[in-house]
């Protein structure tokens, strides 16, 4: 069984700074990849930054510059958030993915909220 527990979000000014951190229990590996999503209200969740088992990274547009994901293996996964903005408004959620064959199988913590706001 996998579990994901997020912490680190909070009230920040716009400006400021925020790093959530990720830890993994269970049957999660170096070569599985983890992940921020985030959720606005109203919004569809969509993927931050993700980061593989070989170190590589992906970020979405609107957080490039600011955002920075790291991990040490093969349990935990960090987002360090800089210059945050009202956009960023969220409930952030750390994802880890096992792939077997054909198989897809994506684990969700339980969020951590985020509000930028002055």
């Known amino acids: 069984q996998v579990q994901l527990v997020e912490s680190g979000g909070g009230l920040v000014q716009p400006g400021g700074s925020l790093r959530l951190s990720c830890a993994a229990s269970?049957?999660?590996?170096?070569?599985?990849?983890m992940g921020w999503y985030r959720q606005a209200p109203g919004k569809q969740r969509e993927l931050v930054a993700a980061i593989t088992g070989g170190g590589s990274t992906t970020y979405a547009d609107s957080v490039k510059g600011r955002f920075s994901i790291s991990r040490t293996f093969p349990k935990n996964v960090y987002l360090q958030m800089n210059s945050l903005k009202p956009e960023d408004t969220a409930v952030y959620y750390c994802?880890?993915?096992?792939?077997?064959?054909?198989?897809?199988?994506?684990?969700w913590g339980q969020g951590t909220q985020v509000t930028v706001s002055s």
């Open positions: 994802n880890a993915r096992r792939i077997t064959g054909a198989t897809t199988i994506d684990y």
């Open positions: 269970g049957s999660i590996f170096s070569n599985n990849p």
